[in-house]
Nanobody, 117 residues
Framework: EQLVESGGGLVQPGESLRLSCTAS????????MSWLRQAPGKGLEWVST????????YYTESVKGRFTISRDNANNTLYLQMNSLKIEDTGVYYC???????????YGQGTQVTVSS
């Protein structure tokens, strides 16, 4: 199982980013997928999950209305559109199959998102 996250960067509060996760080595199209994040000095936090059909997304309360998870099964890619970013969204973002045990480090290297004024 290989997952490669990209799209992170340094942005100001209120700006947007779109993260991508390219998957290989497993059946992406039949797997529920999640985005997770780890803020500096904190543990892994679940952010959002989407089912294998690209429907029924759900989100942690703090990102509802600002983040949108989606997927492209034809290209084995998971996305996270992040709008109205806040300083507290800063962290390393990972994708993983769902459900993912938060005590376990995700397979990918993650992508850094830094929101700072």
């Amino acid at each position: 199982e290989q997952l490669v996250e990209s799209g992170g960067g340094l942005v100001q509060p209120g700006e947007s980013l779109r993260l991508s996760c390219t998957a290989s080595g497993f059946s992406f199209s039949t797997s529920r997928m999640s985005w997770l994040r780890q803020a500096p000095g904190k543990g892994l936090e679940w952010v959002s999950t989407i089912n294998e059909y690209g429907r029924d997304p759900y989100y942690t309360e703090s990102v509802k209305g600002r983040f949108t998870i989606s997927r492209d099964n034809a290209n084995n890619t998971l996305y996270l559109q992040m709008n109205s970013l806040k300083i507290e969204d800063t962290g390393v973002y990972y994708c993983a199959t769902a459900p993912w045990p938060l005590a376990r480090r995700p397979y990918g290297q993650g992508t850094q998102v830094t929101v700072s004024s």
